[in-house]
């Protein structure tokens, strides 16, 4: 008797999982015009072709413009506060924590994500549908902000300061988030970062 001949059958991809990774491509692809190019340029045609399916395979997922944007807002903002409400079990302890947490918060508004929230957000301002489907996932996210960066500066939840530090640590984190939307600022941001850590360890009494 011969040897029986091994065949290997190439094994198909589920259908479910190459859907799932149009939708997931379609999303990341929307969120990078949006950071990249503006409201204007993220229509299902062009998030198609940046993400190298169909426009057909696009309008199974996401029949309308308004459909994908719904979805790439929650994406965002899902995105957004699952890094706000990071562990903080890995923070060092002592004066170098607080630096961590101001770079951690600046760190969110600087990021893809923020840039493109940003493009929703100004067409939202005039666009009442669009602003009350954001305000809550922004509220949400701002909370889970300030949680964490509370946590970061006060971690034993003593210092009355402590609540305002964390809120202007985040309104701080948001300005250098949109002063860097049109160029590299990247050397001040770190100018202002060592500045503003040298007040609130001065400000919160740490050694």
């Given at each position: 008797m011969?040897?029986?001949?091994?065949?290997?059958?190439?094994?198909?991809?589920?259908?479910q999982d190459r859907s799932r990774l149009t939708r997931e491509r379609l999303l990341a692809s929307t969120v990078d015009l949006l950071a990249d190019h503006g409201?204007?340029?993220?229509?299902?045609?062009?998030?198609?072709e940046v993400a190298g399916v169909s426009r057909g395979a696009a309008?199974?997922?996401?029949?309308?413009?308004?459909?994908?944007?719904?979805?790439?807002?929650?994406q965002m903002f899902h995105d957004l506060t699952a890094l706000a409400a990071d562990d903080l079990d890995d923070l060092?302890?002592?004066p170098e924590r607080i630096e961590v947490v101001v770079e951690?918060?600046?760190?969110?508004?600087?990021g893809r994500n923020f840039r493109a929230a940003l493009q929703v957000w100004a067409a939202a301002a005039s666009d009442q549908a669009l602003r009350e489907q954001i305000l809550p996932l922004e509220a949400k996210f701002a909370r889970a902000a300030h949680t964490m960066t509370l946590a970061g500066l006060d971690p034993e939840?003593?210092?009355?300061?402590a609540y305002r530090l964390a809120q202007a640590t985040l309104d701080l984190a948001r300005g250098l988030g949109l002063a860097g939307t049109l160029s590299d600022d990247s050397r001040r941001r770190a100018q202002v970062v060592r500045t503003w850590v040298e007040q609130l360890t001065a400000a919160l009494g740490s050694p």
């Open positions: 011969g040897r029986e001949r091994v065949v290997n059958v190439p094994t198909r991809e589920p259908q409201w204007a340029a993220a229509t299902v045609a062009r998030v198609a309008q199974h997922h996401f029949p309308t413009r308004e459909a994908l944007i719904t979805a790439a807002l929650d060092p302890a002592g951690r918060a600046v760190d969110i508004y600087v939840g003593t210092d009355p300061n």
